[in-house]
């Protein structure tokens, strides 16, 4: 059974705001019978991986470009910590279920011309994945694009980086293909038939001959209902997760978007189950 990643702190902040601790508590209601972990302490080294110093200065001193990602109280060690999730995960093949998510932010903040961050401050996913130092496929199956985990990983050797995502949306970006960088624009409400088509194509038409680990951007807010919703379901999950085993690779999942609670743990315990973690 997959480690479930997860450290109460990280429901301390954001209380009011669309990225909220409620999401996480009551995902964690759904995921009984796990096996959970505390997340290892990350550094300001560990972050430096992926973003320039000066950013990471800002997000200490709390020095915030966008109302989208306030300077909550604590903010730093937050992100942290939430790094520090996704580095767990990465070491041991589990969930990290930390907030707040990553996959908007850049090497220096909002990324690709995106007018914001979108909730994120350190990218946790990208720092895990440059940290493990293995050759890796991305796979971001949130429903906004993850844009700043492509700027991160660019022409960058030995990562394949994948989106699926709604189109016409926040950031407003991944309307193309670029180098090792593969993106899936969907219309809203595709459907579970489209998007699982998609993501075979998505799968088959890159590399993985060299791939030795893939790392799961793991959005939920393309669950039909939410705010980018591609009219997903449980079924879906269940079918990504399937399609990831059969990669037969080394695993780890991070969360990202997903913004209703129930359907968050519903996503994860469907995309372990079709895993074949539980």
Avoid at 100 to 107: L, Q, Y
Avoid at 121 to 131: L, M, Q, T
Wanted: aromatic residues 10%; hydrophobic residues 40%.
């Amino acid at each position: 059974m997959k480690n479930i990643v997860f450290s109460k702190d990280c429901l301390q902040y954001g209380n009011g705001h669309i990225e909220d601790a409620k999401r996480v508590e009551e995902a964690l209601s759904l995921l009984e019978g796990f096996s959970f972990l505390e997340p290892q302490d990350a550094t300001e080294e560990d972050v430096l991986l992926v973003h320039d110093r000066e950013y990471v200065e800002k997000v200490k001193k709390g020095l915030i470009e966008d109302n989208d990602t306030p300077a909550y109280k604590g903010i730093y060690q937050h992100a942290l910590d939430s790094v520090g999730g996704a580095i767990t995960a990465a070491s041991t093949g589990g969930f990290s279920l930390m907030r707040p998510p990553g996959h908007h932010v850049g090497k220096s903040g909002a990324a690709l011309g995106a007018p914001t961050k979108g909730f994120c401050y350190f990218n946790s996913i990208a720092v895990a994945v440059s940290k493990l130092g293995k050759n890796t496929l991305v796979l971001d199956i949130d429903g906004h694009h993850g844009n700043g985990t492509q700027e991160i990983f660019a022409e960058k050797k030995g990562i394949v980086f994948i989106s699926l995502h709604r189109r016409f949306i926040y950031p407003g970006t991944g309307l193309y293909s670029e180098k090792n960088c593969f993106n899936f624009p969907l219309f809203a409400e595709c459907g579970e038939d489209a998007y699982l088509q998609v993501l075979d194509e998505a799968l088959r038409g890159v590399s993985l001959e060299d791939v030795e680990v893939v790392a799961v951007s793991a959005g939920f807010d393309a669950y039909a209902g939410d705010i980018a919703s591609l009219g997903l379901k449980d079924s879906t999950y269940y079918e990504i997760g399937k399609r990831i085993r059969l990669l037969e690779k080394e695993t780890f999942f991070v969360l990202e978007g997903g913004y209703i609670g129930v359907n968050v743990g519903r996503g994860v315990k469907n995309i372990l189950k079709g895993f074949g973690s539980i």
